[in-house]
């Protein structure tokens, strides 16, 4: 499959402000990220998945190896606008992304900033608040809707931009269980629309519904393939200190009690149906 991310060998180093001591984030990854493709990059706190975002939406730019958007190089300076349209990003907090007091406004400041026509605005405000389901409140304030609705306007104004590839760095962390769903439903309909999808989280219910899983640890790959491959590897994962999806978990505790339950089973649905058999 052609390939929208490249990166070879990336290193990230950065000092650390309490002593002034050189820290490295992200050590030799190396991972090619097809177009089209849903891949979900998991690791606990400081194991450089977030670090590797920003990399690859040149916030950030390497100490030593490369990363390559669409062919770009992030080094390139004079190609930042085209990596940055290519790579949308959408972070944490809703909050930090959101500039307007109205939702439509909110929307149209991306192509506005690109210099796009006021009717081609237009189109691209009214179809990425449909592709969100927010078309209804383009007209409320933003600080007026609840966390899961600012997380699709948020994305909604990354859509508006036409990025191949979307970045989505821990999007549902600070949603309680409603919004998580709300945002994850978004996510898996834009990959179906053939966006590239990069979900970084700490989630492992919303890893299994990635094609891809990759797991980091002291800014290293430790694990990638499918979910269904990387979350039958129970102990390793639990030596990383992370968790299974819980669906992984318990059909890991009936295989050691002698019910053959399928590897492939990681998510509920799929591990209510195998049980109701």
């Keep these: 499959m052609d390939n929208i991310i490249r990166i070879e060998h990336l290193m990230f180093e950065y000092k650390r402000d309490e002593d002034n001591q050189q820290v490295s984030a992200l050590n030799d990854v190396c991972l ?7 891949t979900a990059i998991i690791g606990h706190n400081g194991s450089g998945k977030s670090t590797l975002a920003k990399n690859i ?3 950030l730019l390497p100490s030593g190896g490369a990363v390559y958007v669409n062919g770009f190089d992030t080094r390139d300076a004079d190609r930042l606008w085209d990596i940055r349209q290519t790579a949308g990003m959408v972070f944490q907090n809703p909050d930090n992304q959101l500039v307007s007091s109205i939702v439509e406004d909110d929307v149209a400041f991306g192509p506005e900033n690109l210099g796009i026509e006021p009717a081609e605005i237009r189109r691209r405000v009214d179809e990425s608040l449909l592709s969100v389901d927010m078309y209804e409140l383009r007209k409320k304030a933003p600080h007026l809707l609840s966390g899961g609705q600012k997380q699709r306007v948020a994305i909604a104004g990354v859509v508006a931009m036409k990025p191949e590839c979307i970045i989505l760095d821990e999007p549902t962390a600070m949603l309680d269980p409603h ?5 994850m439903n978004i996510i898996k309909k834009l990959h179906r629309e053939g966006i590239t999808i990069i979900l970084i989280t700490h989630f492992m219910d919303e890893a299994a519904k990635a094609e891809r899983v990759i797991i980091m640890d002291d800014g ?33 505790r009936l295989r050691c009690k002698g019910i053959d ?11 209510v149906d195998y049980l109701c058999q």
């Design 57 to 59: 939406n040149a916030l």
């Design 32 to 38: 090619d990220i097809n177009r089209g493709s849903f």
């Design 179 to 183: 919004g998580r769903q709300e945002v």
């Design 220 to 252: 290293k790959v430790k694990l990638d393939g499918s979910p269904e491959d990387v979350f039958s590897r129970f102990d390793e994962i639990k030596s990383l200190g992370l968790d299974v999806p819980l669906a992984a978990e318990l059909g890991h």
């Design 261 to 271: 339950v399928p590897k492939e089973v990681i998510d509920i649905e799929k591990m």
